[in-house]
């Protein structure tokens, strides 16, 4: 045992409080709670030492046989005082230790012990909140004294062995402690300042690597699950930023710096999707964004790691799954004018090179979506003020920038046409006997089934049907679920991008298709259209079926049987951090001479 929680220590106290002191020490831990009590009333009298001399009798308030027969007396009617009286008492010692702790008064080889009588009971006290029906102000004191003793026992190098043993459970405990502070006002001063220890805590265990699947699991757990993590995260995030009247330090961004290391954490072990959705859906981007235009208006510290960081979880989030839908939020937030804002912030130059991997890399491959292209419109104008030089370390990133931006103008081009109504391709009916094309006077309607077939009248549908349509109508069906996180003018759009790009690249798609026809005309060609390579407005392949997944076989069967009048049409896209294809089948008819001015017909390059 230390010997700051030695009973002798007792007996170095004034003589006015020595002889209590003492007989409380002999009694029992309901007469050393009131003993203590009454002291906390007479708190001006006494110094941090003399406080630091009476440990021995907080050390044995937290017996854990008291946790033991706690239990026990729950059992009876009779016992329930006692247990709350108990209950009360180790809160009373909690928000003393914490006190103490701020103070330094407890010696830094004295956690370890400390933390062994303590994590008993911050567990019971947890377990029995309800049926203590604590008040908001003990609730409070709960909260407090936990994300406290989180941070400060977390970060003792002698005690982190002792956590560690334990983390999952403390994990659980930590996101119960995060869920009431957020509930009961995150701005509240108070509240602040412990939400200041639990991203600390967060941060110190991230960086330690001690997170897993298992741990984090029960934050999760304790969280309330992940919808009410994410939440917990968002509001994290918006309490610590700063207002315009607030005053700014070099430690004003450190929590939210913190939280979102731990959230890149996160990233890393948990499952991507669930967790990045719950945070679209909660608004994390809105307040990233709403933390970016304070970090460019005020001072910043000197750090640039963290500036650096905060620029790198951007680019995370704008790579999470679904992609377009990311890129659009921080679109619509005002990303666009922030990262052109950056460049004439000084302190925003270590995070400079990030945005210019997003502007160069990442915005490219989103641009071939309807909603992205309508979110980047209206920045459309102060990205082509920008000065982009800052932004890249090299002159062929920023002749690369110019290339993207003349892409970006180009599928601008294309979406205007597409709003307007001005661009259209032709589509064909489904059975291999008829690929009649739509026109004016002839309606195409979609199979029932897997929505993706059309046909121009009953009979073609029958006759489809029976040909093969009823085996490939439920693949069909679940391969609608790869793309559903697109919304229908999305698909359509893409579709219309495809057909235009077709078009530009049509007599050299030609030439090869017919170049593996004449050499192997038992062949399956297959068009694939890559839009993952952001160093191309469009790059397209010609191949045979054997190099793709077998996924396709029934599609290749079905284009042979339509005597090239189908071509094996397919798209390669980013979802989330994968590459996919997915297949956009056209027909040869579509081809179809689209309503543009001749202006507009020409190629871009």
């Given at each position: 045992m230390h010997r700051v929680f030695k009973l002798s220590n007792l007996a170095k106290l004034p003589f006015s409080i020595r002889a209590g002191a003492l007989t409380a020490a002999s009694g029992s831990s309901d007469e050393r709670f009131k003993f203590l009590s009454r002291c906390a009333e007479q708190t001006i009298q006494l110094t941090t030492q003399q406080w630091t001399l009476m440990l021995p009798l907080f050390f044995s308030i937290l017996d854990p046989d008291i946790i033991q027969s706690a239990g026990d007396q729950l059992e009876t009617e009779s016992g329930q005082g006692d247990v709350y009286q108990s209950l009360l008492a180790a809160?009373?010692?909690?928000?003393?230790?914490?006190?103490?702790?701020?103070?330094?008064?407890?010696?830094?080889?004295?956690?370890?012990?400390?933390?062994?009588?303590?994590?008993?009971?911050?567990?019971?006290?947890?377990?029995?909140?309800?049926?203590?029906?604590?008040?908001?102000?003990?609730?409070?004191?709960?909260?407090?004294?936990?994300?406290?003793?989180?941070?400060?026992?977390?970060?003792?190098?002698?005690?982190?062995?002792?956590?560690?043993?334990s983390l999952s459970r403390v994990?659980?405990?930590?996101?119960?402690?995060?869920?009431?502070?957020?509930?009961?006002?995150?701005?509240?001063?108070?509240?602040?300042?412990?939400?200041?220890?639990?991203?600390?805590?967060?941060?110190?265990?991230?960086?330690?690597?001690?997170?897993?699947?298992?741990?984090?699991?029960?934050?999760?757990?304790?969280?309330?699950?992940?919808?009410?993590?994410?939440?917990?995260?968002?509001?994290?995030?918006?309490?610590?930023?700063?207002?315009?009247?607030?005053?700014?330090?070099?430690?004003?961004?450190?929590?939210?710096?913190?939280?979102?290391i731990f959230v890149g954490t996160l990233y890393e072990i948990l499952p991507n999707f669930p967790l990045s959705r719950a945070l679209l859906n909660r608004g994390i981007v809105t307040a990233l964004m709403d933390a970016f235009r304070a970090l460019l208006d005020g001072t910043l510290h000197d750090d640039k790691g963290d500036v650096a960081g905060f620029a790198n979880f951007i680019q995370v989030q704008l790579s999470s799954y679904p992609r377009h839908k990311w890129t659009g939020k921080f679109l619509q937030?005002?990303?666009?004018?922030a990262i052109c804002a950056s460049a004439a912030t000084p302190h925003m130059e270590p995070a400079l090179l990030t945005?210019?991997?997003?502007?160069?890399?990442?915005?490219?491959?989103?641009?071939?979506?309807?909603?992205?292209?309508?979110?980047?419109?209206?920045?459309?104008?102060?990205?082509?003020?920008?000065?982009?030089?800052?932004?890249?370390?090299?002159?062929?990133?920023?002749?690369?920038?110019?290339?993207?931006?003349?892409?970006?103008?180009?599928?601008?081009?294309?979406?205007?046409?597409?709003?307007?109504?001005?661009?259209?391709?032709?589509?064909?009916?489904?059975?291999?006997?008829?690929?009649?094309?739509?026109?004016?006077?002839?309606?195409?309607?979609?199979?029932?089934?897997?929505?993706?077939?059309?046909?121009c009248s009953k009979e073609c549908q029958v006759q489809d049907w029976r040909f093969g349509h009823r085996h490939a109508c439920a693949l069909l069906s679940t391969r609608r679920h790869d793309y559903s996180h697109l919304s229908d003018k999305d698909r359509s759009f893409l579709r219309h991008l495809?057909?235009?790009?077709?078009?530009?690249?049509?007599?050299?798609?030609?030439?090869?298709?017919?170049?593996?026809?004449?050499?192997?005309?038992?062949?399956?060609?297959?068009?694939?259209?890559?839009?993952?390579?952001?160093?191309?407005?469009?790059?397209?392949?010609?191949?045979?079926?054997?190099?793709l997944d077998s996924g396709f076989d029934d599609d290749a069967v079905r284009a042979i049987c339509r005597s090239g009048r189908v071509q094996f049409q397919l798209v390669r896209v980013w979802q989330g951090n994968q590459a996919v294809t997915w297949l956009f089948p056209m027909n040869s008819v579509s081809m179809c001479v689209s309503r543009r001015t001749a202006s507009q017909r020409e190629r871009v390059d």
């Amino acid at each position: 045992m230390h010997r700051v929680f030695k009973l002798s220590n007792l007996a170095k106290l004034p003589f006015s409080i020595r002889a209590g002191a003492l007989t409380a020490a002999s009694g029992s831990s309901d007469e050393r709670f009131k003993f203590l009590s009454r002291c906390a009333e007479q708190t001006i009298q006494l110094t941090t030492q003399q406080w630091t001399l009476m440990l021995p009798l907080f050390f044995s308030i937290l017996d854990p046989d008291i946790i033991q027969s706690a239990g026990d007396q729950l059992e009876t009617e009779s016992g329930q005082g006692d247990v709350y009286q108990s209950l009360l008492a180790a809160l009373s010692t909690f928000n003393t230790l914490s006190h103490l702790i701020s103070y330094e008064a407890i010696p830094q080889r004295a956690l370890p012990e400390l933390w062994a009588r303590l994590f008993p009971w911050m567990e019971f006290l947890d377990a029995y909140e309800d049926f203590a029906e604590l008040s908001s102000t003990w609730l409070n004191i709960k909260a407090h004294s936990y994300a406290h003793f989180l941070r400060v026992f977390g970060s003792n190098t002698e005690n982190k062995p002792a956590i560690r043993s334990s983390l999952s459970r403390v994990a659980f405990v930590a996101g119960r402690t995060w869920s009431h502070l957020i509930e009961t006002s995150p701005r509240g001063s108070q509240n602040l300042d412990a939400l200041f220890h639990l991203s600390q805590w967060l941060y110190i265990w991230a960086a330690d690597d001690a997170w897993d699947f298992a741990i984090a699991e029960d934050l999760v757990a304790g969280a309330g699950g992940m919808s009410a993590l994410a939440t917990l995260i968002v509001s994290h995030v918006r309490a610590f930023l700063p207002t315009p009247a607030s005053p700014r330090d070099r430690h004003t961004f450190d929590p939210i710096f913190d939280i979102l290391i731990f959230v890149g954490t996160l990233y890393e072990i948990l499952p991507n999707f669930p967790l990045s959705r719950a945070l679209l859906n909660r608004g994390i981007v809105t307040a990233l964004m709403d933390a970016f235009r304070a970090l460019l208006d005020g001072t910043l510290h000197d750090d640039k790691g963290d500036v650096a960081g905060f620029a790198n979880f951007i680019q995370v989030q704008l790579s999470s799954y679904p992609r377009h839908k990311w890129t659009g939020k921080f679109l619509q937030a005002g990303l666009i004018p922030a990262i052109c804002a950056s460049a004439a912030t000084p302190h925003m130059e270590p995070a400079l090179l990030t945005f210019g991997i997003i502007l160069n890399e990442l915005l490219p491959l989103m641009t071939i979506y309807h909603s992205v292209l309508s979110d980047l419109r209206p920045a459309f104008e102060s990205l082509s003020r920008l000065d982009a030089s800052p932004f890249f370390a090299e002159q062929k990133d920023l002749e690369h920038w110019n290339f993207v931006f003349k892409m970006i103008e180009y599928r601008l081009s294309i979406h205007q046409l597409y709003t307007d109504g001005n661009l259209n391709f032709c589509l064909a009916c489904g059975n291999v006997k008829c690929a009649a094309p739509k026109s004016t006077t002839l309606k195409l309607r979609r199979c029932g089934g897997c929505s993706f077939s059309l046909y121009c009248s009953k009979e073609c549908q029958v006759q489809d049907w029976r040909f093969g349509h009823r085996h490939a109508c439920a693949l069909l069906s679940t391969r609608r679920h790869d793309y559903s996180h697109l919304s229908d003018k999305d698909r359509s759009f893409l579709r219309h991008l495809i057909f235009e790009d077709g078009r530009a690249w049509h007599d050299e798609v030609s030439h090869h298709r017919q170049e593996i026809v004449l050499k192997l005309p038992a062949a399956i060609p297959y068009i694939l259209f890559d839009y993952t390579d952001q160093n191309s407005y469009r790059t397209y392949k010609v191949g045979l079926l054997d190099e793709l997944d077998s996924g396709f076989d029934d599609d290749a069967v079905r284009a042979i049987c339509r005597s090239g009048r189908v071509q094996f049409q397919l798209v390669r896209v980013w979802q989330g951090n994968q590459a996919v294809t997915w297949l956009f089948p056209m027909n040869s008819v579509s081809m179809c001479v689209s309503r543009r001015t001749a202006s507009q017909r020409e190629r871009v390059d």
